[in-house]
């Protein structure tokens, strides 16, 4: 009772004294606000939303069912999930954040996946894209096109080393015996994709607006959130909180030898991951193999405005949000160890003279490569393809409201 009175009065007084803050500061909050708003308007709506909008479609086509009855021997012995967890991993890891923790939750509505089961699928179908880690990081932030390889394989390999934990999570030997009996069957995936879409009675027409009308109002929670935390994020650093809490892990990075330069970008990469990144890269007192560590673990971190949307997005289904915080900190852990001990073996100091001893993919070859143009097209489209796409979903909601009355 007294712990209940004690979280209540310490987030009253968060929102007082960001209130107050907002109103001391308000051309702060609004440049802001204003950076957040251009995030979400330019890259992360059009990005995510033909995503969730294909993922909705692929459960009720039924082709997801088709996937998870594939994947169960996969899926099953590596991860103690249902096949159907094969899906939110790929989608997650191809769309970035927060698309596996949106597919796992769409999952467990359907009743596809158990609660300890999503709560396991959670902790590692949530990624940084690789549109963000090769073209934002890597080449906007740290020039260096190189350096994305090695944030990739730790971003990624973490992850999975963390769903190879979080198997573990919740175990029970009826799992097992489900386990052994695992066989591929193909048969039996065609006509769960059949008798899933006979299931779902809706039209076509009915699942598509079903469909942009589920993926619009999840994109709105995310702006909302990526806005809210880039306002915080600012107020914390002119109330000198920021400062504050730097000091505190300065003594470890002195440690690390670390340079406490760095200690300031850490924390506000611990809130937003890409403002944290950018000030990562901006440290010029520091190694680039500091800094390549420290940017490993706050991808892999996700940063509480990311794990702030996880949060809302659970917070509609009954899977709990304290296994997938966990499982963000031991992947940012295993993010930084695996940037550690890959630095030396395999890129050594040919880094800092911008070479890389392992071929790149065509598309990292030169300036001009399909991801630099992608992300280019994204900020110039990125916009149109917002206002579209709510032109359509006012269009949709209207059409329902009038067909009610």
């Known amino acids: 009772m007294i712990q209940s009175k004690l979280k209540t009065i310490f987030l009253a007084l968060g929102a007082t004294l960001i209130a107050i803050s907002m109103i001391i500061l308000p051309v702060e909050t609004f440049d802001a606000s204003k950076r957040g708003l251009t995030i979400w308007w330019g890259t992360v709506f059009p990005s995510l939303f033909p995503f969730f909008v294909i993922s909705e479609l692929l459960i009720g086509f039924g082709v997801v069912k088709f996937i998870g009855v594939i994947l169960e021997p996969l899926m ?5 999930v249902p096949g159907v967890g094969g899906f939110a991993w790929a989608m997650g890891m ?12 769409r999952l467990r509505e359907e009743k596809q996946i158990s609660k300890i089961e999503a709560e396991r699928l959670v902790s590692f179908t949530n990624y940084s894209s690789p549109l963000f880690i090769f073209v934002a990081v890597s080449v906007g932030f740290f020039h260096n096109k190189g350096l994305g390889i090695l944030f990739a394989i730790a971003h990624y390999l973490g992850n999975i080393l963390v769903g190879l934990i979080m198997r573990f999570y919740g175990y029970s030997k009826k799992e097992k015996l489900e386990v052994k009996n695992s066989k591929f069957r193909v048969w039996e995936a065609i006509r769960a994709l059949h008798r899933t879409r006979i299931e779902d009675k809706r039209p076509i027409g009915k699942l598509l607006g079903d469909a942009v009308v589920s993926s ?27 400062a504050l809490l730097a000091s505190v892990i300065k003594e470890f990075f002195a440690i690390l030898h670390f340079s406490n330069q760095l200690t300031i970008p850490f924390i506000s990469g611990l809130f937003e991951i890409t403002i944290g990144s950018d000030l990562i890269s901006r440290v010029k007192e520091s190694t ?4 390549s560590i420290l940017t490993s673990f706050i991808l ?10 996880v949060a809302s997005i659970l917070a509609q289904t009954d899977i709990r949000f304290k296994p997938f915080f966990i499982a963000r900190i031991l992947h940012g852990l295993f993010a930084a160890i695996i940037t550690l001990l890959m630095w030396d073996p395999i890129f050594g100091k040919q880094y800092e003279s911008n070479e890389f001893p392992i071929s790149l993919p065509v598309f990292l070859q030169n300036s001009h490569s399909f991801l630099d143009k992608l992300y280019q097209w994204g900020i110039e489209f990125g916009p149109i393809i917002t206002i579209c796409s709510l032109l359509l979903y006012i269009f949709i909601y209207s059409r329902r409201y009038v067909y009610k009355k």
């Open 76 to 80: 099953r012995p590596l991860f103690r």
């Open 288 to 291: 680039l193999l500091q800094q």
């Open 300 to 309: 892999g971190f996700g940063g509480f405005s990311i794990q702030a949307q």
């Open 94 to 105: 191809a769309s970035g954040n927060p698309a596996g923790a949106k597919i796992t939750a």
């Open 216 to 242: 619009i109002h999840t994109l709105l929670m995310i702006g909302g959130f990526i806005i809210l935390f880039s306002v915080i994020n600012r107020l914390l650093f002119h109330l000198q909180i920021t």
